[in-house]
């Protein structure tokens, strides 16, 4: 074929195209977002395609962020405590004042602390829950799951899994030892290698998200440290007996952000998005994700939920669970990396 011919049949195609292609939106995200019945809706009324990648932890998303091009991706989930790290590396753009209202939100789960640095706010609360323990009622005495100290007095072992996230899990093995998580410092690390390892000992497998969910589905194990509704919701209509508690010394309070990652090219289209996730429809949806489900940061998203779904997520404990829980560790690089060399050698031993 000679070049102009090649332009001929070229020319001859392109009348056939699309006169006008959907737009694209990157998305940097956690698996709930991947959901289609949450991305659908909004991809249908703005007429575009979300293309989601998936992470796991800040420190994996970060790092795709500094190995990205500045445009290569337009909006971000994130641990609402961790913004002021992306920010300080230059990573979010800030939201525009007064974009995103949150006079409808839950108050503890706004973390305007976290999300806004300098007086600009970067990123915007979507959903929360609680790393604590779950289990199977059928198997384990709900008495028992009351108190921490049950992991540890030999009534369990071998029948404990640990979800395989340093940061909540050395969270709750601080409350067992009677640490807060503002005060988990190396020196407070030293303290609890001891407990962490006799937990380790104590315990059937380390899991991921997908690996503690089979094992508690299929009675693998009858006790998840670090699991919470997040973990159970899912499998309720298969199995009711899955549950999960705060127990007497509290959990820790997750809560994930929407931010808008800078370079994008796409602002406007970015914002819409997070404002349609955090609309009442948006936050339903997200809520009750076929990945994990978790609490809507936004109140009005009770006028959608089922009555059902609310009893699911506990709708009304959450005050008394709110006032129990503790935010996640935000440790400063040395502490992080003495976390992380102490759940290594966990994991090792």
Known sequence: MTFKHGCAVAAFLTGFAPAVQAEDL???????????ELLEPFETANDVRVNVKEYEGTAAGLTLLEQSRPGDWDVMVIDAVDVGRAVERGLLQPLPEGAISTDDFFPEAVLADHTTVDGKTYAVTEKFGYNTVAFNKAAVDPADMDDLSTLWSGKYDGRIAIYDYYLPVLGLVGLQAGVATKDLNAEALTDLRGPLMKLKSASKQVSDVVGSQTALATGEVDILIGGGEWLTAVLNAENPDLTWTLP???GLLWAQSLAIVEGTEKPELALEFIRYITSPEGQARLATSSCYWGMPANKAAGDVLSDAQKAILRWD??????????????PDGDTD?????????????
Do not use: F
């Open 337 to 349: 990396a003495a976390m992380q060399d102490l759940w290594t050698d966990m994991l090792q031993n």
């Open 248 to 250: 007497q010394q509290g």
């Open 26 to 36: 990157n998305a940097l995200i956690w698996c709930d977002h991947a959901d289609r």
């Open 317 to 330: 404990d959450q005050p008394n669970y709110l006032s129990r829980a503790q935010l996640y560790p935000v």
